[in-house]
């Protein structure tokens, strides 16, 4: 877990984090939904996991699961507890738990492609719905924090954390770190998304397909 300290800008990870290991019919386990494989609550923990729950997007194993809530600790921490928005909690807890993988591209082309263009406001809000407005909140945080470390670097969450720590509000330290305002932040990471949502449905398209088929009989 030293390499989450570390991202995350901490020189030590801070008081010991207890950790829970709960039956599915706990009184745990009563207290958030039935897909939920873990949380962590307070400052300090404890942190609880549900083993018996087979993990679910985002999460593809226990250990995945554990360090993700263990993100949530540290990044409280990294912001000396102050106010940190939900989708960048999230997405910054995803974008450290494992490396971004295949599924996790496939489901943001699937969001990318067939649902709609949200604001960051909006993707907060979807992350008190249903299963299936989780993870496309989730998704969709994961990639715009990936989107915000490749364009600014690998340290942006670790300095916004710091900058926070300060008392400053969350979004003037972004915009203090990047030199983007949430406003545009949210425009370019749409911007950067036309690869999905213009050139795919093409290529994908019964007559791109068919001139395709025609063009290999060609050449055969």
């Known amino acids: 877990l030293a390499d989450i300290v570390r991202f995350l800008g901490l020189d030590s990870p801070g008081p010991p984090m207890p950790v829970v290991l709960a039956?599915?019919?706990?009184?745990?386990?009563?207290?958030?939904s039935p897909w939920v494989a873990g949380m962590a609550i307070g400052a300090d923990g404890p942190i609880v996991l549900f083993p018996t729950r087979s993990p679910t997007y985002p999460h593809?194993?226990?250990?995945?699961?554990?360090?993700?809530?263990?993100?949530?600790?540290?990044?409280g921490r990294a912001a000396a507890g102050q106010r940190v928005p939900r989708w960048f909690h999230e997405g910054l807890a995803v974008a450290v738990e494992r490396p971004w993988g295949l599924e996790d591209r496939t489901r943001l082309a699937?969001?990318?492609?067939?649902?709609?263009?949200?604001?960051?406001?909006?993707?907060?809000?979807?992350?008190?719905?249903?299963?299936?407005?989780?993870?496309?909140?989730?998704?969709?945080?994961a990639?715009?924090?990936?989107?915000?470390?490749?364009?600014?670097?690998?340290?942006?969450?670790?300095?916004?954390l710091r900058a926070t720590a300060t008392g400053m509000p969350f979004d003037t330290?972004?915009?203090?770190?990047?030199?983007?305002?949430?406003?545009?932040?949210?425009?370019?990471?749409?911007?950067?998304?036309r690869t999905w949502t213009m050139w795919v449905p093409i290529v994908a398209s019964t007559s791109v397909l068919w001139l395709g088929v025609i063009a290999l009989a060609a050449l055969a």
């Open 60 to 75: 593809d194993t226990l250990e995945d699961v554990l360090r993700h809530e263990v993100a949530h600790l540290l990044i």
């Open 143 to 160: 990639a715009i924090v990936r989107d915000l470390i490749e364009v600014h670097g690998r340290s942006t969450p670790a300095d916004i």
């Open 173 to 193: 330290a972004l915009a203090v770190v990047t030199g983007t305002p949430i406003a545009r932040l949210e425009r370019e990471f749409w911007d950067r998304q």
């Open 110 to 141: 699937s969001q990318l492609l067939f649902g709609p263009r949200l604001d960051l406001a909006a993707i907060d809000r979807l992350f008190a719905e249903g299963e299936g407005a989780q993870g496309r909140a989730y998704s969709l945080s």
């Open 23 to 32: 039956a599915a019919d706990s009184p745990w386990a009563a207290q958030v």
